[in-house]
């Protein structure tokens, strides 16, 4: 920018800010990398009432607006920060609209971060507080508008009240007025917007009803049990006794499905999970707390182990047809289905049997390694891969791609990436992989944090149905683009999706390093700062949400053309804002029924004259 030596000065975060802001005319925020949330620097830069100049990146975008906020530059072109010091500075001063743009961002600062704060606090108390059946339930937190704090009208009742403390009486009339109509209106708002006013809620005289029948019940099951404590029953033979006894030991589940290695694993920050498929593959398996296995194989599970049965919990894969297809990734989709039941750790891994084969398992001193730096500080968004894609000087990792799957990887990824986005066909969907002679990884051998890999499994779902919708419609659909021999062929999409981490760790911004199998040494691959072509928005996590929930409503309503051939759905879970509140609905409907039911039942019996006669008369 051509600023003179020594006059630029660093201070660390840790630096009191605010002293800092006093003496401060413009706040240019320098950082490039996308962001998971809006730089705290920028604001208190606006509540200072400080003009920013920041990049146009997506977590500022999302609240900023150029030249009325602050003032943005484009962020692929760091050159263009110039444009924006043109709209602020003048001579010796800053002009007028940089004063403007400051008090604009000052009020935007108040209530820009409200309706995230107020969205996480129901989502909070919706996970905490359970309402009673007579209680009338709240809107979801799918209706709270971005609108839905505002500091403007405290800060008019504030006026107000001023004013009455002055005694001007036609302001005391209007602020009385106000306050007479806010609760009709409120109430009117409320009714409209909550789907459950229809109903007839209960009124005191049916809980009274009901206080009775519970009474009833109370002791006429008080009755039945004191009846049959009066019972003779026969003395069982000792060979139904024995019978009976084995028939307790047989149900416990410790006998067969937990082993010291689950004790062990219990309080541990990470558990890698080693993908087979048959007996076969057992002597390759590891054993240890840090090892758990997971079978392809429907009763495949060793024995007196706690390994995971991916078919029972992925019911798509009780069908060869797919779990040929899918090979290690279905038993990845497994342990995402409902992952809280079967894994609670921060930290989780894959490895597949084949690894031991090809000599590239992890050592002890590797293992030794990895459970060093996931018990440390916390790294952020990485993942550790130790099973490398073999590629020589003349390859890059796209021709690898296509020697691996009949020369047709690009086209097909390209397709499928088209497909899912729904991208122009004159526009290129391909995502660009650096030749820059670092590894990628191969084999689904890798670690990363668990939030991370539910990413990565929701990109992947969504990815995996769009290439199998292309060879769903083709001509001929038993044939497969990506296979030459017939095993290939049953294999069709293994091959290709065993390199797809490597994209969704590239352009989503995820550190990635690799670890020696043998020394435990780590190394950084592909740099982040090295990194200048990332497609960043196509891996966005709020956009492959919305597209998650999307689909998962084209499910629920059964609108989705082809369903009996629509693969996502039987990947995982299906899930939207849309199940949770007809859920509870039905809940709610199922109470009042039950109520009813017992109301006439008691009526019946009230009208028969049924009396229990006293016990020994």
């Known amino acids: 920018m051509g600023l003179p030596d020594g006059s630029i000065k660093q201070f660390s975060m840790t630096h009191d800010i605010r002293n800092l802001l006093m003496f401060v005319d413009v706040v240019v925020y320098g950082s490039l990398r996308q962001e998971p949330g809006f730089p705290p620097l920028l604001l208190r830069s606006m509540s200072s009432e400080i003009p920013i100049v920041a990049p146009n990146l997506t977590a500022i975008t999302k609240y900023v607006t150029d030249g009325v906020h602050g003032f943005l530059f484009d962020s692929a072109d760091p050159s263009t920060v110039s444009s924006a010091f043109v709209q602020i500075l003048g001579e010796k001063r800053l002009l007028d609209t940089a004063y403007s743009v400051a008090l604009e961002g000052k009020l935007l600062s108040k209530n820009m971060l409200a309706h995230d704060c107020i969205t996480a606090h129901i989502k909070l108390l919706e996970s905490v507080i359970h309402f009673p059946s007579y209680a009338k339930l709240p809107s979801s937190v799918s209706k709270v508008q971005e609108r839905t704090w505002l500091w403007d009208p405290f800060e008019m009742k504030a006026a107000l009240e001023n004013n009455l403390l002055e005694g001007e009486s036609h302001t005391s009339t209007k602020a009385v007025d106000i306050l007479r109509e806010f609760p009709q209106s409120n109430q009117t708002t409320y009714s409209d917007t909550n789907g459950t006013s229809s109903y007839d809620y209960p009124r005191l005289s049916d809980w009274n009803e009901l206080s009775e029948i519970e009474i009833f019940e109370d002791i006429e099951r008080r009755e039945m049990e004191e009846i049959d404590e009066r019972v003779e029953r026969p003395l069982l033979s000792w060979d139904e006794v024995y019978r009976n006894a084995r028939k307790s030991e047989r149900l416990k589940p410790e006998g067969n499905e937990r082993d010291e290695g689950e004790l062990e694993r219990t309080g541990q920050p990470v558990c890698i999970y080693e993908i087979y498929n048959g007996e076969g593959a057992w002597p390759f398996l590891h054993h240890g707390s840090l090892y758990r296995g997971v079978t392809l194989s429907k009763g495949g599970r060793r024995p007196r182990s706690d390994d995971v049965d991916a078919v029972t919990r992925l019911s798509v894969l009780d069908n060869p047809y797919y779990r040929d297809l899918l090979c290690e990734l279905g038993a990845m989709f497994a342990i995402a289905n409902r992952v809280d039941t079967v894994h609670k750790l921060p930290w989780i891994g894959f490895q597949s049997w084949r690894a031991a084969g090809r000599k590239v398992s992890l050592s002890e001193s590797a293992e030794e390694t990895l459970e060093e730096t996931t018990t440390g500080?916390?790294?952020?968004?990485?993942?550790?891969?130790?099973?490398?894609?073999?590629?020589?000087?003349?390859?890059?990792?796209?021709?690898?791609?296509?020697?691996?799957?009949?020369?047709?990887?690009?086209?097909?990824?390209?397709?499928?990436?088209?497909?899912?986005?729904?991208?122009?066909?004159?526009?290129?969907?391909?995502?660009?992989?650096?030749?820059?002679?670092?590894?990628?990884?191969?084999?689904?051998?890798?670690?990363?944090?668990?939030?991370?890999?539910?990413?990565?499994?929701?990109?992947?779902?969504?990815?995996?149905?769009?290439?199998?919708?292309?060879?769903?419609?083709?001509?001929?659909?038993?044939?497969?683009?990506?296979?030459?021999?017939?095993p290939e062929k049953r294999h069709c999409y293994c091959r290709i999706l065993e390199v797809l981490v490597n994209v969704w760790a590239y352009h989503s911004g995820r550190?990635?390093?690799?670890?020696?199998?043998?020394?435990?040494?780590?190394?950084?691959?592909?740099?982040?700062?090295?990194?200048?072509?990332?497609?960043?928005?196509?891996?966005?996590?709020?956009?492959?949400?919305?597209?998650?929930?999307?689909?998962?409503?084209?499910?629920?309503?059964?609108?989705?053309?082809?369903?009996?051939?629509?693969?996502?759905?039987?990947?995982?879970?299906?899930?939207?804002?849309?199940?949770?509140?007809?859920?509870?609905?039905?809940?709610?409907?199922?109470?009042?029924?039950?109520k009813l039911k017992n109301k006439v039942k008691l009526l019946e019996r009230q009208k028969s004259g049924y009396k229990q006669k006293p016990l020994g008369q």
Not at 385 to 403: A, E, L
Not at 427 to 446: K, Y
Not at 525 to 551: A, G, I, N, Y
Request: hydrophobic letters at 35%; charged letters at 25%.
């Open 377 to 486: 500080e916390n790294n952020g968004d990485v993942i550790y891969y130790w099973s490398p894609m073999d590629i020589d000087q003349t390859s890059d990792f796209w021709s690898m791609c296509d020697s691996l799957n009949a020369g047709n990887c690009r086209s097909l990824f390209e397709d499928a990436f088209r497909t899912m986005y729904g991208l122009p066909e004159n526009v290129s969907a391909l995502p660009p992989m650096p030749n820059d002679g670092d590894r990628w990884s191969t084999l689904h051998s890798w670690l990363m944090p668990t939030p991370s890999f539910l990413k990565f499994v929701m990109f992947s779902r969504i990815f995996v149905d769009s290439l199998h919708s292309l060879n769903v419609y083709r001509t001929e659909p038993a044939s497969c683009l990506l296979g030459a021999s017939e």
């Open 511 to 594: 550190k990635m390093v690799y670890l020696d199998p043998f020394t435990g040494d780590i190394r950084e691959q592909h740099p982040l700062d090295e990194r200048t072509e990332m497609w960043v928005k196509f891996f966005d996590f709020t956009l492959l949400k919305s597209m998650d929930e999307d689909l998962a409503e084209e499910a629920d309503d059964g609108m989705h053309p082809g369903n009996d051939q629509w693969l996502w759905p039987l990947t995982g879970q299906v899930f939207w804002s849309g199940i949770a509140d007809r859920e509870r609905e039905e809940k709610y409907i199922k109470k009042l029924d039950k």
